[in-house]
């Protein structure tokens, strides 16, 4: 086996080079032997490095044995390592989240008293818990108050991103 990448280019309706709704025109993304992407970055249509509209310009990830995602790293155009934080993209109608006032552009600060810096990360101590453990804390920063909920054991009905912390908040 061998690791392989692919680029992907978009293009308006007219055949020319266009950004996409995440801010690039072309992603060059690696994958491992077991076809787990291990890192990816974006170009604007000129071919510089440009970011994501989460902040960055390269991520890499890496794996265990079961494929599981337990590493990441997220860089700048300049090769200079981010520090991130974990947003709410969007939050699933008649989800716990949903029933807890959950809502789309919040930011999990700290799960259980440890930050929350990944959304793999938070993913992975989730899916350990036992389906009895009580609720436990969710710090949340919204519009730059700071929330707290009590969040039982299961899916909680939220799609996550890892996005640099300096990143102008997308709408």
């Not at 072309?26 to 970055?41: F, L, M």
């Amino acid at each position: 086996g061998k690791k392989v990448s692919e680029e992907i280019l978009y293009f308006d309706e007219k055949g020319r080079p266009a950004q996409n709704e995440e801010g690039y025109h072309k992603e060059i993304t690696g994958y491992d032997v077991r076809g787990n992407w291990t890192e990816a970055s974006y170009f604007d249509t000129e071919g510089n490095p440009t970011l994501h509209k989460n902040g960055f310009h390269r991520v890499t990830a890496k794996y265990d044995e079961r494929g599981t995602r337990t590493e990441g790293a997220y860089f700048d155009v300049n090769g200079q390592p981010l520090k991130t934080e974990v947003l709410v993209a969007e939050v699933l109608p008649d989800s716990q989240a949903a029933k807890l006032g959950i809502k789309a552009g919040d930011i999990f600060t700290h799960y259980d008293g440890k930050p929350v810096l990944y959304s793999f990360q938070f993913d992975a101590v989730r899916d350990a818990e036992p389906p009895d453990s009580p609720p436990k804390e969710l710090k949340v920063l919204r519009d730059g108050k700071k929330l707290v909920f009590m969040i039982s054991p299961g899916k909680i009905g939220v799609q996550l991103q890892n996005r640099a912390k300096s990143a102008a908040v997308s709408p």
